[in-house]
């Protein structure tokens, strides 16, 4: 779970990797949306083994 659920990267993060997942935004903006969001969130950003898709999904329950 998100530790975070209202700051406003967190927001642009969420509408950012639900769009690039649906293909709608490019997806290195959407990870830069995402790293923005966890350090704000004060989370590391060190590379993970998991897919951007699941970093995205564990934003929120979008789809």
Same mark, same amino acid.
């Given at each position: 779970?998100? %530790?975070?659920? #209202?700051?406003? /990267? =967190?927001?642009? *993060?969420? +509408? *950012?990797?639900? *769009? @690039?997942?649906?293909?709608? $935004? +490019?997806?290195? /903006? @959407?990870?830069?949306? =995402?790293? @923005?969001?966890?350090?704000? *969130?004060? $989370? #590391?950003?060190? %590379?993970?083994?998991?897919? =951007?898709?699941?970093?995205?999904? #564990?934003?929120?329950?979008?789809?």
């Amino acid at each position: 779970m998100w %530790p975070h659920r #209202s700051g406003a /990267h =967190f927001i642009r *993060a969420r +509408n *950012a990797c639900k *769009a @690039a997942v649906e293909d709608r $935004l +490019n997806h290195q /903006h @959407a990870r830069d949306e =995402f790293i @923005a969001a966890a350090e704000e *969130a004060k $989370l #590391s950003t060190y %590379p993970s083994r998991r897919s =951007f898709t699941e970093l995205c999904d #564990s934003l929120a329950d979008w789809r």
